[in-house]
């Protein structure tokens, strides 16, 4: 089974910039469309964007025009620029595929703390 962790999260400021990493095991082309989740304390976990094999990509509306999800298929990675954040992007944000049919275990997660 694919392994997948994240990185990159932290604190900063509203207003500022995180690029999030997510490392597959191996290849996330056999996953398909690949995915960014967050999940806020005592709230469900939420779709936030999602990337098809050729690079479509679809966007939450709570963050459109301000993240931006890509995939490396050579790296096996997905990536998530966040910029202009907010203090309610906090959340612990995990990668997996999008379709639950190719759902990997879920990772750690990576924190990320928006301050006002």
């Known amino acids: 089974q694919v392994q997948l962790v994240e990185s990159g999260g932290g604190l900063v400021q509203a207003g500022g910039s995180l690029r999030l990493s997510c490392a597959a095991s191996?290849?996330?082309?056999?996953?398909?469309?690949m995915a960014w989740y967050r999940q806020a304390p005592g709230k469900q976990r939420e779709l936030v964007a999602h990337i098809s094999r050729d690079g479509n990509t679809s966007y939450a509306d709570s963050v459109k025009g301000r993240f931006t999800i890509s995939r490396d298929d050579a790296k096996n990675t997905v990536y998530l620029q966040m910029n202009s954040l907010k203090p309610e992007d906090t959340s612990v944000y995990y990668c997996?595929?999008?379709?639950?049919?190719?759902?990997?275990?879920w990772g750690q997660g990576t924190q990320v703390t928006v301050s006002s």
């Open positions: 191996r290849s996330i082309f056999s996953l398909n469309a």
């Open positions: 997996n595929a999008l379709d639950i049919r190719y759902f990997a275990g």
